[in-house]
């Protein structure tokens, strides 16, 4: 995926995250102060001790204090590996959900200019060997939806018609049940389409 994708895909939870790490910053300066403060009453116990001061109360309301702040500090570092997580999750959904959202387009786009069955069969399969080479893979990645169904229209002799074969796309994305993240990678203005072939009313085979 390009980096306008990733970014889009990862804005929304960098700054809860960021703020998650600067949080467990500020605990692991308070555990540094409070035992700090535990050092430095252990050593006038033993050196300089102060008439009538309860060093083991100072030590054991030290103590509590930094049980409670690391008791945080796990707590903040286990919701801040969960927001990690989270943001990884939604970074390969938009992933996955944009390759297959190319895929389907371009085998749309074989099945609408097929003739008959015999052709649909053979252009269908043909155009999923040709979407597993490794060129194939790495332009969609690094291509946004419509670009990259442009590019490969062309490259295999195909109309270039990117809003109806992504339409489509879409729309069998839809019965399989995914839900597509909003990017707004199709807010851009698409390719000028070319010449259209006849438009047929079954779905692309996707099984």
Known sequence: MNK?????????PAAPVDERASDLCVVAELVEIQMSIARATQREALQAPQPGADYCQRIATVSRAVRMTLLLK?????????KRKAAAKREAAQEDFHDLRV?????????EVSKDNEEIQRRVT?????LERPEVV??????????????L?????????VER?????DEAMEQLGFIPPRDGEDD???PEPRAAAPRRRKPPDTG
């Open 103 to 111: 895929k389907l387009a371009m085998l749309a786009a074989a099945y």
């Open 138 to 151: 790495e332009l969609i990645e690094a291509s946004r939806a419509p670009v990259a169904v442009a590019a």
């Open 74 to 82: 796990d707590k903040l570092s286990q919701e801040h590996k969960e």
């Open 153 to 161: 229209c062309r490259r295999w002799g195909l109309p270039v018609r």
């Open 126 to 130: 043909e155009m999923r060997e040709q």
């Open 165 to 169: 074969w992504l339409q489509m796309a």
């Open 4 to 12: 306008a994708q990733t970014d889009s895909a990862t804005e929304a």
């Open 188 to 190: 851009e203005d698409p």
